[in-house]
């Protein structure tokens, strides 16, 4: 096998094991394809290279592949998750950072790194290891904002899809608190580019 089949092998199972956590969380395969392309606009947009835009589009699908270890009665609960079911859910980083770690490929310790810090928050308080500012990577930083506005504006078995732009005021008033202020300000100034990805990608249910 050349480099170039490694390579697309590589992407193939990377989106397999991408598919694999959505459903389990009855989630859609749109989802970690916005994902992918809110993520690299905003690299885009933050001045990374070229490759380090693709590499990040390629391993943001990856974020959520510790759901794979949450027991069904907690992901699938319809309802609100009891203190000691949301303990649980939060070791879901973990779980996925533990599943990619370790690897030589660039492209899956990327996804390690994603899928360990996109729940960690700029003011500290986010989870698992509570890291702050720029302390967290900024591949972490990146999907911890496209990840929470694509959630705010899909529906779920739990919730409504909100209104986009009740989805961006909200990543307006967490700058600072949950999230990068200066990836906020990227993301919010290519608005119309964000809404394009949605639209263009929006889950069939929602059309």
Not at 8 to 26: V, W
Not at 93 to 110: A, D, F, K
Request: aromatic share 8%; net charge negative.
């Amino acid at each position: 096998m050349n480099s170039g089949e490694l390579k697309k092998t590589q992407l193939e199972i990377i989106r397999c094991l991408g598919h694999a956590a959505e459903f389990r969380d009855n989630e859609t395969g749109r989802h970690i394809i916005r994902i992918s392309y809110f993520s690299r606009l905003l690299a885009t947009q933050a001045g990374l290279t070229a490759q380090e835009c693709d590499a990040i589009c390629q391993a943001s699908p990856m974020h959520d592949i510790g759901k794979i270890g949450i027991p069904d009665s907690v992901l699938l609960k319809p309802g609100p998750l009891t203190a000691e079911e949301w303990q649980v859910m939060k070791t879901h980083p973990t779980i996925g950072y533990q599943i990619l770690s370790g690897q030589q490929s660039e492209l899956l310790r990327l996804a390690a790194s994603i899928a360990y810090t996109h729940h960690e928050k700029f003011n500290g308080e986010g989870y698992p290891r509570g890291l702050k500012g720029e302390d967290i990577p900024l591949e972490g930083r990146i999907v911890a904002i496209v990840d929470v506005f694509d959630a705010l504006t899909s529906v779920r078995p739990y919730k409504q899809a909100w209104p986009i732009q009740k989805a961006f005021e909200f990543i307006r008033t967490q700058s600072g608190q949950h999230f990068d202020p200066q990836l906020v300000d990227i993301f919010l100034s290519h608005e119309q580019d964000v809404i394009n990805i949605h639209d263009d990608w929006m889950d069939e249910e929602a059309v």
